[in-house]
């Protein structure tokens, strides 16, 4: 069965620190992998997403993310965060039936 | 980009009665819609798959005939929660794909539900 994982419910970083927010993934066959952020009481957002080609994938808003087969990861990734992307980010993979399986979200919390 | 409305934003309601929530793809057409419910701090639970034309197809325990989509045409999507309970209240999300492989959805930026 296909699943995503995201080990961390909140991530905490100061503004202007590097941060990481953390998904793998279980699927047969080559993953379609996104990132989804998604603000109090609104509808998601798109960041990015790993279809193929370049492991290290760039998306909206500076965010980046890293296709790592061997470990079945897809960490977003962002070199100085800022206060304005404390929200809730999801990670998700495509089934082959085209619905979205999403992880359980991720918190991040950017202090100043 | 595309562009999902989804209306309305916000309803309350009291315990016996239906609401309608519509989901619009504003410049694109979209043969397949996705709704979700998402509880407080959870993530997206798909509750089914809106094809256009076609029956909807539910996910495992949800009620279909509680929860009533319509996929009228190719911009329009609703769902309907008939005789809408307490614990009915949730996020609810709607998504679409423009065009057939295409990857990626546009959500739409929910509509919250409070049952009284």
């Known amino acids: 069965a296909q699943s995503v994982a995201q080990p961390e419910d909140q991530v905490n970083v100061a503004e202007g620190n590097p941060l990481t927010v953390k998904c793998t993934y279980s699927?047969?066959?080559?993953?379609?992998l996104f990132w989804y952020v998604q603000y109090p009481n609104r509808g998601l957002q798109f960041l990015l997403k790993?279809?193929?080609?370049?492991?290290l994938v760039k998306g909206s808003y500076g965010f980046e993310a890293e296709f790592n087969k061997s470990q079945t990861s897809f960490h977003l990734k962002k070199p100085s965060a800022l206060v304005s992307d404390s929200a809730l980010y999801f990670c998700?993979?495509?089934?082959?039936?085209?619905?979205?399986?999403f992880g359980q979200g991720t918190t991040l919390q950017v202090k100043p | 980009g595309a562009v999902v409305s989804q209306h309305p934003s916000w309803v309350i309601c009291k315990s016996g009665t239906s609401v309608k929530i519509e989901c619009r793809s504003l410049?694109?057409?979209?043969?397949?819609m996705f709704w979700y419910r998402q509880f407080p701090k959870q993530s997206l639970m798909l509750m089914a798959t809106s094809n256009e034309g076609s029956k909807a197809t539910y996910e495992q325990g949800v009620e279909k005939d509680k929860f009533l989509i319509n996929h009228a045409s190719l911009t329009l999507s609703t769902l309907t929660v008939t005789s809408a309970h307490p614990e009915d209240s949730s996020f609810y999300i709607c998504?679409?794909?423009?065009?057939?492989?295409?990857?990626?959805?546009?959500f739409g930026s929910g509509t919250q539900l409070s049952v009284l």
């Open positions: 699927v047969s066959g080559n993953p379609y």
């Open positions: 410049d694109f057409q979209a043969t397949t």
């Open positions: 998700a993979v495509r089934s082959n039936t085209g619905k979205l399986i």
């Open positions: 790993y279809i193929t080609g370049d492991n």
């Open positions: 998504s679409a794909e423009p065009g057939q492989g295409n990857e990626k959805l546009f």
